[in-house]
Nanobody, 122 residues
Framework: QVRLVESGGGLVQPGGSLRLSCAASGSLFSINVMGWYRQAPGKQRELVAVITSGGSINFADSVKGRFTISRDNAKNTVYLEMNSLKPEDTAVYYC????????????????WGQGTQVTVSS
C-alpha cells in the first residue's frame, strides 16, 4: 500500500530552522503534486506549501519568504525548509500527495502522512 512518512520535526527556538522530509513508498505509478499542511491546536488544517512535478510552487502567505519546498522525484520525497521560525508556526505538519497508484493508473488519489510535530518555543 502507499504510505507517506514524515520526519524532521522537533523543538526549536524562535528564529531557528528545521527541515522536514516526506518519503512516499508503495506501488505508485507517478506523483503529480506533493505538499505540506499544518494544524495548530484549536485551528483548522491549512496549506503551507505545494510543489508540482514540473516544479511549480505555491506558499501560504504566512510562510512566504521564510519556508522553501523542494522535491526529489527519483526518491518520491518532498522537503520543507523552515527558517526564521515563529511560535505561531507551532503545529503538526502533514505531508500530502496527489498520485496515481500503480494498481489503478487512471485514478488520481490523495494520500496523507501521519504528521510530525513542530514546536517553536523559547
Amino acid at each position: 500500500q502507499v504510505r507517506l512518512v514524515e520526519s524532521g520535526g522537533g523543538l526549536v527556538q524562535p528564529g531557528g530552522s528545521l527541515r522536514l522530509s516526506c518519503a512516499a513508498s508503495g506501488s505508485l505509478f507517478s506523483i503529480n503534486v506533493m505538499g505540506w499542511y499544518r494544524q495548530a491546536p484549536g485551528k483548522q488544517r491549512e496549506l503551507v506549501a505545494v510543489i508540482t512535478s514540473g516544479g511549480s510552487i505555491n506558499f501560504a502567505d504566512s510562510v512566504k519568504g521564510r519556508f522553501t519546498i523542494s522535491r526529489d522525484n527519483a526518491k518520491n520525497t518532498v522537503y520543507l525548509e523552515m527558517n526564521s521560525l515563529k511560535p505561531e508556526d507551532t503545529a503538526v505538519y502533514y505531508c500530502n500527495t496527489l498520485a496515481y497508484p500503480a494498481v489503478d493508473v487512471g485514478s488520481l488519489r490523495s494520500y496523507w502522512g501521519q504528521g510530525t510535530q513542530v514546536t517553536v518555543s523559547s
